[in-house]
T-cell receptor, first 115, second 112 residues
């Protein structure tokens, strides 16, 4: 693989179900991010990880959890899905999270529908 | 607070020039990014400005004025494939971290 992969590509989920969105990068980037993108709104940060073993809350963390057991993987879990979590979810990574120039690279996205 | 504003939609003609503006209000500015996003795809990096002035990269240029909280993306010799959304994002200091704050994007429609 090259870059960032996400799985699944799309998913329809019943409300109340648990769901994990997967994200893997092979660029050895330290920082990883989860965003949601909704029509008419900018990308909103859900959770981030500056380095393996650490995570932090973004702008809209409620209802979501993440883990960062290693450098490559950064799964996002919805413990009990609700219809307002219907969105397109993008995983991204960057070399680091510091103040220097820091382009983020994005995965192809997961389109999630919660009914 | 933090705020990023850009026009919702713009239309331009193939071969022409278009300027997409972005204004921002942040507390700990540390750089501005422009990304391109085709429908149904992921955002891809176009440009980065941290100092005032113009950065040119082929048909695309990006300008920054930190004192005015203003940037623009200039696209020259427009091609049909330039039809996409253009996202402005500002790196801002949030707590002890730097995060990207994103505008809602400008949908650019190119007509023949």
């Amino acid at each position: 693989i090259a870059g960032i992969t996400q799985a699944p590509t799309s998913q329809i989920l019943a409300a109340g179900r648990r769901m994990t969105l997967r994200c893997t990068q092979d660029m050895r980037h330290n920082a990883m991010y989860w965003y949601r993108q909704d029509l008419g709104l900018g990308l909103r940060l859900i959770h981030y990880s500056n380095t393996a073993g650490t995570t932090g809350k973004g702008e809209v963390p409620d209802g979501y959890s993440v883990s960062r057991a290693n450098t490559d993987d950064f799964p996002l879990t919805l413990a009990s899905a609700v219809p307002s979590q219907t969105s397109v979810y993008f995983c991204a990574s960057s070399v680091g999270a510091g103040a220097a120039y820091n382009e983020q690279f994005f995965g192809p996205g997961t389109r999630l529908t919660v009914l | 607070g933090q705020n990023i504003d850009q026009p919702t939609e713009m239309t331009a003609t193939e071969g022409a020039i278009v300027q997409i503006n972005c204004t921002y209000q942040t507390s700990g500015f540390n750089g501005l990014f422009w990304y391109q996003q085709h429908a149904g795809e992921a955002p891809t990096f176009l440009s980065y400005n941290v100092l005032d002035g113009l950065e040119e990269k082929g048909r695309f240029s990006s300008f920054l004025s930190r004192s005015k909280g203003y940037s623009y993306l200039l696209l020259k010799e427009l091609q049909m494939k330039d039809s996409a959304s253009y996202l402005c994002a500002v790196r801002d200091r949030v707590d002890s971290n730097y995060q990207l704050i994103w505008g809602a994007g400008t949908k650019l429609i190119i007509k023949p």
